[in-house]
């Protein structure tokens, strides 16, 4: 498993985004060396708190967020807390299952398991 590099380049090269480009290559530097140091919660939310400015809520604010709550969550849990716990509202880095997790307990699943799927209400009312 691992963070899509290719679809985050993409990412960074959009138009709502190409502007901050060097900001967010230097703020995700600065969170890779944050991984195995004293504290890294701590400098990952004060790296955030100084790239961005409080109440801003646009593309860029967004993007910094979102990395700032995938690092947390990687630091504390690895790849598989990233996968697990990764933000589905907005912008959020790509993860590429290419191999089996383990500890792995599907053999442990039942032979059913019910899904349910999010829908706007006009897909509700037309059974689509």
């Given at each position: 498993m691992s963070i899509d590099v290719d679809w985050l380049e993409l990412e960074l090269d959009s138009p709502e985004l190409v502007s901050s480009k060097k900001g967010v290559e230097i703020f995700i530097?600065?969170?890779?060396?944050?991984?195995?140091?004293?504290?890294?919660?701590g400098k990952i939310l004060k790296y955030?708190?100084?790239?961005?400015?409080?109440?801003?809520?646009?593309?860029?604010?967004?993007?910094f967020d979102s990395l700032r709550h995938a690092f947390s969550v990687f630091i504390s849990g690895g790849l598989y807390d990233l996968y697990t716990h990764q933000s589905n509202e907005g912008w959020y880095p790509k993860i590429v299952l290419d191999s089996e997790l383990t500890p792995n307990d599907i053999s442990d699943l039942p032979s059913y398991i019910?899904?349910?799927?999010?829908?706007?209400?006009?897909?509700?009312?037309?059974?689509?």
């Open positions: 530097s600065k969170l890779i060396d944050t991984i195995n140091s004293k504290n890294p919660e955030f708190e100084d790239a961005t400015p409080l109440n801003e809520k646009t593309k860029n604010y967004e993007v019910e899904i349910y799927r999010g829908c706007d209400i006009s897909e509700f009312t037309s059974n689509k």
